[in-house]
T-cell receptor, first 114, second 115 residues
Framework: AQSVTQLGSHVSVSEGALVLLRCNYS??????LFWYVQYPNQGLQLLLK??????LVKGINGFEAEFKKSETSFHLTKPSAHMSDAAEYFC????????????FGRGTSLIVHP | KAGVTQTPRYLIKTRGQQVTLSCSPI?????VSWYQQTPGQGLQFLFE???????NKGNFPGRFSGRQFSNSRSEMNVSTLELGDSALYLC??????????????FGEGSRLTVL
């Protein structure tokens, strides 16, 4: 079975500060890992994904995430927050060779203060 | 390529009524999944259809049903609506196949309010 834990339902940062959203996963086999973003009144949009090619994955809008197998983590970071980054962020895991249905975390709401 | 289209975007129903939501996937995508999103429960998986067959199902009562047509368009139906069914219903399509990572492409959702 696979599972995802996102630490912190809300994260608040100042504009220009580092963004760090935490995600830990549980999987008995090599996983595929995803970060999705949801802006108000919209669906989810893929930010980036890990597919075992490179441990440091770069996504859209300046976000990146690092896969750390020893820590079973896939934290999302951005060096400098922008007001437009305010949104809900979801981490998801899917095991390779298994069901095509990913398991989503509960989501983290990113609040950016001017 | 057009994205995933969901209709209607907003709707209001009363308890006991039924509702049908529609989803048109990205052209060429044969898998369609449905999710319910609420503030308290987050994203919950309803079901997934592939080539007109329900391939996976979440833990929802039988009042929630769906189907997929030969053109991959999908509908979901909720009968005997309850207040707790108020939610954003999201549809996602994907192109599962050999080597696929299972990335999902979401529509903007249908926001259902049950009064």
């Amino acid at each position: 079975a696979q599972s995802v834990t996102q630490l912190g339902s809300h994260v608040s940062v100042s504009e220009g500060a580092l963004v760090l959203l935490r995600c830990n996963y549980s999987s008995s086999v090599p996983p595929y890992l995803f970060w999705y973003v949801q802006y108000p009144n919209q669906g989810l949009q893929l930010l980036l994904k890990y597919t075992s090619a490179a441990t440091l994955v770069k996504g859209i809008n300046g976000f990146e995430a690092e896969f750390k197998k020893s820590e079973t983590s896939f934290h999302l970071t951005k060096p400098s927050a922008h007001m437009s980054d305010a949104a809900e962020y979801f981490c998801a895991v899917r095991v390779s060779g298994g069901s095509y249905i990913p398991t989503f975390g509960r989501g983290t709401s990113l609040i950016v203060h001017p | 390529k057009a994205g995933v289209t969901q209709t209607p975007r907003y709707l209001i129903k009363t308890r006991g009524q039924q509702v049908t939501l529609s989803c048109s996937p990205i052209s060429g995508h044969r898998s369609v999944s449905w999710y319910q999103q609420t503030p308290g429960q987050g994203l919950q998986f309803l079901f997934e259809y592939f080539s007109e067959t329900q391939r996976n199902k979440g833990n929802f009562p039988g009042r929630f049903s769906g189907r997929q047509f030969s053109n991959s368009r999908s509908e979901m139906n909720v009968s005997t609506l309850e207040l707790g069914d108020s939610a954003l219903y999201l549809c996602a399509s994907s192109h599962p196949g050999e080597g696929s990572t299972g990335e999902l492409f979401f529509g903007e959702g249908s926001r259902l309010t049950v009064l």
